[in-house]
């Protein structure tokens, strides 16, 4: 399985690209400048088209030519997938690497941060090996995942491209906050911050430590203890203040909501993706039309939670919530989904066992939706990566004559022009 290649190879002849992001490979393995993959069938999200026969030429990780076999330039290298299937790598725009199923509730207060780190290395390479090649980390302690971002971008273990939080921030004793324990061990989590202004500097904190985008916590949720899953918790005014940093600094905003009211305060306050949306009504699902939005229904974990989750220690209180919220979500799924909103892919990793995440697809589908864009284009235009992912198309790299440059790489002055491609 491990070759300089950068691609997976699935038993059916599925073939997902991966480029240029993550790697399966050794970071000194020699690797071919140009590299051609004769297609039987190449699926375009964008455009929702299968062509026959097609190769793909990359060169230096770059897509360079997509067209008819007939037509195609040679290249270094050849991959042959010309009796199976090829599509782009997968995106997960929810998910937690550095956790596991067996790691909720009580037992979670036993799992140090390291820990954290090590499980998420062992659950970056399974999820990888599902065809998940990029991989949006919402939510992790001790900034273990800032650590197995860093690992992957090295070279040093294989896993998908990552785009992580660091530890999400919440209001004293919310979703986001260690409820578990007495007052008298005075457990708090890391990301917790009341009011406009503590929660601004929570913001700085965390992308100081190196977080891609701000998680925070809008409504109680499933898994926590003693929160009711439809209540507000941030609120408006402290959205508002945490987008308004976050936006300055050049990172967006991903909000877990479930509460009806919770996710259209989160979209007013102009939150970049809402995470659950299970008890999600028509006004929201106009709303985040309206704001362009993407709402990450996780609809394929609530069959876990339910089967399983008693035995592998989930607290008896978020079985009950679960039964209570599960159907509904799934039900608002499939309106959203007819009624056009943007849709994203997220599965909640972690609740779940790593790897399972395209089990989601199947359940997506039983809900009567065609989920491979949210999967796909959708869920590459939420990270910022149009063009760059989640579709197979010749890249244009544009090269610009700038005054200044901003810190973020954006010319400062508006006498960018363009001197090639
Ligand atoms: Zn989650």
Redesign the pocket.
Known sequence: MESFLRFLFFPSFLLLLMLPCCSLFAADQPRPSSLRIHCGSLLDPASDTVSRDVVILIEDGIVKQVGPASQASSGDAEVDVSHGFCLPGLIDV?D?LTSEPKDAGYQSLGVSFPREAVTGAKNARLTLLAGFTTVRN??AGGYSDVALRDDINAGEIPGPRLFVSGPPLGITGGHCDNDLLAPQFQATSEGVADGPWAARRKVREVIKYGADLIKICASGGVLSKGDAVGTEQYTLEEMRAIVEEAHKLGRKVAA?AHGTQAIKDAIVAGIDSI?HSSLIDEEGIELAKQHHTYLVF?IYNDTYILNEGPKVGMLPESIEKEKATGKLLRANFRKAYLAGAPLAFGT?G??YPHGDNAKQFATMVEWGAKPIDAATVNAASLLNLDGKAGTVKPRIIRRYHCGRIRPAGECRRVVAREIGR
């Open positions: 929810h937690h919402v939510g877990h995470e996780d909640d972690g609740v």
